[in-house]
């Protein structure tokens, strides 16, 4: 990871293609949040997706990301404001206006910071995004016992039809990763 200090509106460019590194780029404005973007890195790193983080002048957020995007060579880019308490995430083919993800400062928090990062990886490797409340990705023990409990109780309501594509469902995908770490 690497992470640059402040860089002047004349120095901030996107990277010429073939000098880019293929990351997913994180354009931060100053002060940095450094906590939310640990957080972040943390669902980036569980895919293990590399990023490179710059420190740049206030800019609409929006614009932040879609620049971080153009500027990846895996066409994935985050905007983050600390003063605001928002985050974005961008790609590429999208318009400036229209990013994936945009996070409120009511949503600034670790389990969703952590879900951008991980969509921001999922994004890169074209695996389905996350659209999880904050419970079902929290990784308190207490959230999870609760979570099971919900989940048995969904279950016990399937049918036997939903239940027997559900098992499918399941073995194809660990079929899938076995094949692939294999």
Known sequence: MK???EISPVEDKL?????????V?????VPSPDKAIGYILWGLEEEEIPVEIEEVEEKPLKLLAKQAADGSKLNVGIGISGTDQMAVLHHRDLPVDKPLFSMAADEFNMTQL???G???ARLVKGNPLLFHSEQAYSSAPKDSMQLQQNDLNDLAQLSQY???ELITLLVTELLTNIERQG
Do not use: D, Y
């Not at 990277?15 to 990351?23: H, N, T």
């Not at 780029?25 to 404005?29: D, F, S």
């Open 15 to 23: 990277i010429a293609g073939s000098e880019a590194k293929p990351v």
């Open 162 to 164: 939903k239940l027997g």
């Open 3 to 5: 992470k640059n200090k």
């Open 25 to 29: 780029r994180i354009l931060t404005t």
């Open 114 to 116: 952590r879900m951008l």
């Open 118 to 120: 991980a969509n921001a």
